[in-house]
Structure formats: C-alpha cells, structure tokens
C-alpha cells in the first residue's frame, strides 16, 4: 500500500524557515517524480514544485522560486521542502504527493500544516 | 498560467440523481506528447484529495463506475450517475500539459 506521511510543519515567524519532510513507503520511491501541493481555505489547491526520480531536474511555481527547494534522498525514501523567507500568505496544508509517471498526479499524503504568524 | 475554471462551484444534489460539474481550460490541454492531461480529484471532509480519473475519461482502480469523465479542447466534464452519500466532498480538476500545473476552484457536492 501506498503511503506518503509528511512531517514537520510548524509555526514559524514571518521571514522564517522550515523543512518538511515526506517518507515515502509501500513502492520504489526512487522510480518516480514527486510533487507539493499546498492548499489554503481562500486558495484553494496550489501546485508547488516537482522533482523527477533522481533529483536531476526540479522546477517551481514563480511564487515559491527562490524561496522554496526541493529534494530528495532515496535512499531514505523521503521527499523535502526547504521553505525560507516564509510569508504569512504561505500558511496552508502542505501535501506531497506521487506522480505515477504518466498520468501525473495520484497519492497524497495527509498534509503537515505551517502557520506563519508573528 | 493555464487558468481551470469549475462550475458549479456549489451543487446540491438529491440522492440517486445525476450531478455534473463542467472544467474549462483557458487553452487547449492537449501535451506535446499528444495526450490531454485532464484530471479529476475527490476531497472527502476531513480527507486527502484522491485521483478519480487521469487524462480525461480513464477511471482510477476501485473508483465507481457511476463516475465518468469526458470532453476535449477546453472544456471538461465529470458526471456522477447515481450520486450516494459518500460522494459528498470537493471536485477539482487540474491540467498537467502546460508548467505549471494548475487546479480549478473547486465544485462542493452536497446533498439536499
């Protein structure tokens, strides 16, 4: 069974940083691009970022780039998101989630929650 | 960025009858790979989304057959023949042929 649990969500002041973690179980995780999304109540769904299978080619939303990295350590099988310079507009649900490699999106985790409040 | 616009963005429903929720594109999702990359998601309260149908009209693995998808160009459908309590949640499409990817607003099914 597919299984995608994320972690390290957090409150964090304006200006702050974080990284959120996703591990990964249940298939190889290193044969398949992965994905954030974020969702917000006024938002929606916003996709984020993707990183294929062996970290080689990554890319952004303009509203997280160069703010935000993406990575991957399959050897841990986990999935990261380093987010800096943190804005109270990027509070959400922040989910990871799998690419099956030719239909695009289709496991979700269940989301770790970042707040950015001073 | 390709913009998805669902309507409704509410649909009460009564039990056991059809519902329909339309996705509009604001260009064509047809991939240089010549697939249209047109999803459909569910979101149950309280849940996850979870895919319901990939590239327009497949339906995932243990998705009711009541759930269908259709359309082509820009404009997208997603019908629930016989709509049962457990249907109750969000709809979102999303378009994975242009970067970046993109999801619609939403379309809340509830029953009336």
């Known amino acids: 069974e597919v299984q995608l649990v994320e972690s390290g969500g957090a409150l964090v002041q304006p200006g702050g940083s974080l990284r959120l973690s996703c591990s990964a179980s249940g298939f190889t995780f290193s044969s398949y691009p992965m994905h954030w999304v974020r969702q917000t109540p006024g938002k929606g769904l916003e996709y984020l970022s993707r990183i294929n299978h062996d970290a080689r080619d990554r890319n952004y939303v303009d509203s997280v780039r160069g703010r935000f990295t993406v990575s991957r350590d399959n050897s841990k099988n986990t999935l990261y998101l380093q987010m800096n310079s943190l804005r109270p507009e990027d509070a959400a649900l922040y989910y990871c989630v799998r690419d099956d490699g030719s239909n695009g999106l289709d496991y979700w985790g269940q989301g770790t929650l970042v707040t950015v409040s001073s | 960025d390709v913009v998805m616009t669902q309507s409704p963005l509410s649909l009460p429903v009564t039990l056991g009858q059809p519902a329909s929720i339309s996705c509009r594109s604001s260009q064509g999702l047809v991939h240089s790979d010549g697939n249209t990359y047109l999803n459909w998601f569910q979101q149950r309260p309280g849940q996850s989304p979870r895919r319901l149908i990939y590239?327009?009209?497949n339906r995932d693995s243990g998705v009711p057959d009541r759930f269908s998808g259709s359309g082509s160009g820009t404009d997208f459908t997603l019908k629930i023949s016989r709509v049962e309590a457990e249907d109750v949640g969000v709809y979102y499409c999303?378009?994975?042929?242009?970067?970046?990817?993109?999801f619609g607003q939403g379309t809340k099914v509830e029953i009336k």
């Open positions: 590239k327009v009209s």
């Open positions: 999303m378009q994975g042929a242009h970067w970046p990817w993109t």
